[in-house]
């Protein structure tokens, strides 16, 4: 039998995405559509108190297809990912 | 040591592994040599100690002590906290390997189980292979006994030395009970609040127990004395071994130190997802244990048994959620297991016919529909989990649909 879902999990997990950034960070290109602006950005520190914090700088972008997208970079580790905020 | 067996009276082994719940606490015998230790009392309880090493108990620490009496009697005690899940896990892995070789066992307290061998003899050949093969599958060195009853059984088990089984046959077993110091029936629970009265007034073995009269001691120390007294007559309940079930059991981290709503929306789709097991076949629930690893080292444990079988969402999750209170500190994870299954059974508590009864009929039909030909999970919901948390994937989960 094919299982055509995946089993019950945690929704809206972040998924890597290819950003490109400008020299203060802040995102450029977004998965190869160029962002027309940034009309929010915000920051998360969380789990501080624990062995594995997490910090994410969010952005709200606008492509110049007019898609809007919320990407964040983990600033531990740098790598960008996309996630519904 | 008699190894014959003189008849064909029910043959109880009792397998007896010392210090059980401290050694999974410590990781193993080895951290527990020549170290007094002692498992540090749990938050809800009363402020006592249980198990203690053999160091500790020479020093005159015994478990049940209160702590400040403990420490002022060792004052080198270490304390470490006690680990039920894991005690747990590892009995039910030790059980399950004593099943394993054939017996019907019925567990007592973790470090305490028992069965009968008389079935066994011609697959192990005979009670020394029997024994043999239940020291071997447990790999713990347990002390093994066995008896005509389960008591005479324990108390052999007590007495045994590791890798030397003690077996006491039925014309003897009166006379073995009788030198037996009173301190075996702490053992029971039944008779274990009768030791510290029966101690205070001199009586050491259970042949003293025996001598008072059946009369004397059911004035003196009421049903526990009565218990105790037949028991030391080799008089015992039979065995009532466990039903070997199917283990459920459904886990989730909680990314945030849980507790409030988030605790309670994590426990519904852990029973959601518990229900929706392909494994239930459709069986209700009689009982269920609710666990957690707690923020601090520890876990945390509960039995919850319903007040009847049933496979209602909502009524189990009423019951497990006032359980949820008595956490003694945040969670970071819960476990969900099912203790004990009921009769399988399809509607419960239809009330009212009609229209409605119709369409849950028709509905139902359709998931059944769409799950065979998708896969169990091919139905799901989303539920809010923590609408508050600032993580967006922490906000909500997928969770089984539930007809």
């Keep these: ?85 | 040591m008699r190894r014959r067996r003189e008849n064909r009276g029910p043959l109880i082994v009792c397998v007896h592994v010392p210090r059980f719940q401290l050694r999974v606490a410590c990781g193993g015998a080895a951290e527990l040599l020549g170290a007094a230790v002692a498992i540090a009392p749990s938050g809800a309880a009363a402020m006592r100690i249980s198990e203690v090493s053999a160091s500790a108990q020479a020093q005159g620490v015994q478990a049940g002590m209160a702590l400040g009496e403990a420490l002022a009697r060792c004052p080198k005690l270490q304390l470490v906290p006690g680990d039920p899940i894991r005690v747990e896990q590892a009995w039910e892995q030790a059980v399950r390997t004593l099943e394993g070789i054939g017996a019907h066992v019925e567990p007592d307290r973790p470090g305490l189980a028992y069965f009968d061998a008389a079935g066994l003899l011609g697959m192990h050949g005979g009670l020394d292979g029997v024994i043999a093969a239940a020291g071997t599958a447990l790999l713990r060195r347990p002390r093994i006994g066995a008896g005509p009853t389960r008591f005479c059984a324990l108390a052999a088990a007590l007495a045994a030395r590791p890798r030397r089984a003690r077996i006491i046959a039925e014309c003897e077993a009166r006379r073995y009970l009788a030198t037996q110091p009173v301190s075996t029936l702490r053992h029971r629970s039944e008779t274990e609040p009768l030791v510290p009265a029966v101690e205070r007034l001199g009586i050491s073995t259970l042949g003293d127990i025996v001598k008072l009269g059946a009369g004397a001691v059911a004035d003196r120390f009421g049903e526990p004395g009565t218990i105790a007294r037949r028991l030391a007559l080799a008089h015992d309940e039979p065995l009532r071994p466990r039903r070997v079930e199917d283990q459920l059991t459904e886990s989730m981290k909680l990314a945030d130190a849980g507790s409030g709503l988030l605790l309670q929306r994590t426990l519904e789709v852990l029973v959601n997802r518990l229900l929706a097991r392909p494994e239930r076949r459709g069986r209700t629930i009689r009982a269920l244990i609710l666990s957690a690893r707690l923020v601090e080292r520890g876990t945390w444990r509960e039995h919850v048994a319903l007040r009847e079988a049933i496979a209602d969402p909502h009524r189990i999750l009423l019951a497990l959620t006032a359980r949820l209170q008595l956490l003694p500190t945040p969670a970071v994870a819960l476990e969900l297991a099912v203790a004990e299954f009921g009769p399988a059974t399809d509607d419960q508590r239809t009330l009212l016919d009609g229209e409605r009864t119709a369409r849950d009929a028709r509905r139902r039909k359709a998931v059944g529909q769409v799950r065979a030909l998708a896969g169990p999970h091919a139905l799901l919901r989303v539920l809010v989990v923590a609408p508050d948390s600032p993580l967006p994937e922490h906000r909500t989960m997928s969770t089984p649909w539930l007809e």
């Design chain 1, 1 to 85: 039998m094919r299982r055509l879902v995946s089993a019950p999990a945690a929704m809206n997990s972040p998924q890597p995405v290819r950003v490109q950034a400008s020299a203060r960070g802040r995102p450029v290109v977004v998965a190869g559509e160029r962002v027309e602006s940034v009309r929010e950005d915000w920051l998360h520190r969380f789990r501080w108190w624990t062995d594995d914090p997490l910090r994410r700088h969010y952005y709200e972008v606008a492509t110049v297809t007019g898609r809007h997208v919320v990407v964040f970079r983990d600033t531990f580790t740098g790598r960008w990912f996309r996630q519904n905020a």
